[in-house]
């Protein structure tokens, strides 16, 4: 059973580098989720892709973060010149294509999360 | 604005003792509503879920949660916590209006297991 992948478990970098997430689905799940989780607190979502197209962005997702999922099976977030304030969990999500009933297509399934540490 | 509130920022049960996690959430319309278990250092781990039907849904390891409309409450319940339950708890809700769905998560309950 392959669940969502994501790389790398933990990324400690200087202020003002830039740094890069990989997300990886489980496979045939079209819809790709990002959240963002500071200490204490619960998950935030930051955007979606369905398929390759990145259908929404919170307001949470500055100009310095991009995210692709160019052939609509990986995705990667990068962050461009770190601040400290970006340190946290960034945790991906996957889900199932939508049934005509709904169901588990609203299920989202979480990787492992990527920890962040700017110095 | 959706929200949801988990009034309990840590709860300690002795093992063996039962377990009630409260959610209260704040949504227009009729909301999909998830529990969520979180490890430390690990991603989230759905328990169960509420989309229609049955206002008492079973999930796995033994937790069960009631939705009750009137009182726009999701609690999560197990009637015998065992010391592996020592987690963090998530309740969240499902944004049906979107075109997607865009989970809200509350701040989490710790879950804390004596002996």
């Known amino acids: 059973d392959t669940g969502v992948s994501q790389d790398p478990r933990h990324k400690i970098t200087k202020r003002g580098q830039n740094v890069t997430f990989r997300c990886d689905p489980i496979?045939?799940?079209?819809?790709l989720y990002w959240y963002r989780q500071t200490l204490g607190q619960g998950p935030e979502f930051l955007t979606y892709?369905?398929?390759?197209?990145?259908?929404?962005k919170s307001r949470l997702l500055s100009d310095r973060f991009s995210a692709e999922r160019p052939k609509g099976s990986f995705s990667t977030l990068e962050i461009q010149r770190t601040e400290q304030g970006d340190s946290a969990m960034y945790l991906c999500a996957s889900s199932p294509r939508p049934t005509y009933r709904g169901g588990s297509s609203y299920e989202q399934y979480f990787g492992p999360g990527t920890r962040l540490t700017v110095t | 604005a959706q929200s949801v509130t988990q009034p309990d920022i840590h709860i300690t049960v002795s093992e063996g003792a039962s377990l009630e996690l409260r959610c209260n959430y704040s949504y227009g319309a009729t909301p999909y509503l998830f529990w969520y278990v979180q490890s430390p250092g690990q991603g989230l781990q759905l328990l169960l879920k509420?989309?229609?039907?049955?206002?008492l849904v079973q999930g796995i390891k033994g937790f069960e949660a009631e939705f009750k409309r009137s009182q726009s409450s999701f609690n999560l319940r197990k009637p015998s916590v065992h010391w592996s339950d020592a987690a963090e708890y998530f309740c969240a809700v499902g944004l049906r209006n979107t075109g997607f769905q865009k989970l809200v998560f509350g701040t989490g309950t710790r879950l804390l297991v004596s002996p």
């Open positions: 496979s045939e799940h079209n819809r």
């Open positions: 892709f369905q398929n390759e197209a990145q259908l929404e």
């Open positions: 509420y989309f229609s039907g049955d206002t």
